[in-house]
Nanobody, 126 residues
Framework: QVQLVESGGGLVQAGGSLRLSCAVS????????MGWFRQAPGKEREFVST????????IYTHSVLDRFTISRDNAKNTLYLQMNNLKPEDTAVYYC???????????????????WGQGTQVTVSS
């Protein structure tokens, strides 16, 4: 059974930092691009960041550029999202997602991802 388990969310003041992790079990991610998405209350799920299977290509949504950094450790089968200078508008449930095996390339489209985590809440107070 494939599982993606996010951790590292919480409550932080504006300007603070959090590091999200996504541990994957039941399959290897070494040949899959990975992504982070988020959903704020009353809004649709939106793309945050994606990384290709070799960490050679990363893409970010404009609002998190220069604040968030996506990374991965294929040996640990884990995806990360370092979030700095957090803003109240970053408040959302954050989801990690994995493309299918051999889905090498980064994608900002949720429909390209096969497996999803349950999400972790990030709340940024002003």
């Amino acid at each position: 059974q494939v599982q993606l388990v996010e951790s590292g969310g919480g409550l932080v003041q504006a300007g603070g930092s959090l590091r999200l992790s996504c541990a994957v079990s039941g399959r290897t991610i070494e040949k899959s691009a990975m992504g982070w998405f988020r959903q704020a209350p009353g809004k649709e799920r939106e793309f945050v960041s994606t990384i290709n299977y070799k960490s050679a290509d990363t893409i970010y949504t404009h609002s998190v550029l220069d604040r968030f950094t996506i990374s991965r450790d294929n040996a640990k089968n884990t995806l990360y999202l370092q979030m700095n200078n957090l803003k109240p508008e970053d408040t959302a449930v954050y989801y990690c997602a994995a493309r299918s095996p051999l889905g090498f390339y980064s994608s900002r489209w949720a429909s390209d991802y096969l497996d999803w985590g349950q999400g972790t809440q990030v709340t940024v107070s002003s």
